[in-house]
């Protein structure tokens, strides 16, 4: 079913329609691959360097303590053993890499599914052009003031990297600035809204589905 999402300028004016069915990227949203997806990134971005010392790791003497039997104690070998107090960790944590791959399709049909939830929840803002002649976080910030978005959590996704938007975006709160080429399906359900232009979203769109006519209607066509 498609859906009728507003174009909007730098000042917050509409200035047209953009028809997009969510099917086209994705036909159902499958929870389960959303969730393994965002695991994957999540376990991709542990660092895995927590260790601690095990009986081989820690300083003193391998001689047995006192002699096997007749003391009246409980025998004991080593003074690394893990019972006793300054003694080594029975099982160890080493340094180990968490990291692991999803196959490539299921992950960029994961990518596609986040990205059609998103606009059937109505939570992805279209913008008409984004552009800066200079960084300027000020002018960044009115953008997304005008467009009532700005306080909130928000990823900015455009056609191309672009230095000045960036630059203007990574001292405002909460905005984090992606091209279309590197979204995932964890940056795209991280944030609570997205920001698009309208030539990002034809770039995430099917070849077909922008042949067949769909996308931006100005008011001046209708």
């Known amino acids: 079913m498609k859906v009728s999402l507003p174009v909007y300028d730098r000042t917050g004016a509409e200035v ?4 997009i069915d969510p ?20 376990a991709s971005q542990r660092q895995g360097t927590s260790q601690t010392k095990g009986r081989s790791d820690v300083a003193g003497t391998t001689k047995k303590m006192y002699r096997q039997k007749g003391t009246g104690n409980a025998r004991a070998g080593s003074r690394r053993s893990n019972i006793r ?5 029975a099982f160890a944590k080493r340094p180990r ?28 803002t279209l913008l008409n052009e984004l552009s800066l002649e200079q960084p300027r976080t000020k002018e960044m ?12 959590s928000l990823l900015v996704a455009v056609r191309g990297y672009d230095a000045n938007v960036y630059k203007s975006a990574r001292n405002l709160q909460g905005v984090r600035v992606l091209p279309v080429a590197e979204l995932n399906a964890m940056e795209v359900l991280r944030p609570r809204l997205l920001l ?27």
């Open 97 to 124: 890499d968490w990291s692991y791959r999803m196959p490539k399709k299921a992950v960029r049909q994961a990518t596609r599914m986040a990205l059609a939830s998103r606009i059937a929840d109505n939570q992805v």
């Open 141 to 152: 910030a009115g953008i997304l003031k005008a467009l009532r978005i700005e306080g909130t």
């Open 23 to 42: 099917a086209e990227l994705a036909p159902k949203i499958n929870k389960q691959l959303l969730h393994d997806a965002v695991v994957m990134y999540q």
């Open 16 to 19: 047209g329609q953009y028809e």
């Open 85 to 89: 107090r300054g003694g080594g960790h």
């Open 196 to 222: 698009m232009t309208t030539a990002a979203l034809d770039a995430v769109r099917p070849k077909k589905a922008e042949a067949a006519g769909a996308g931006i209607v100005s008011d001046k066509e209708t």
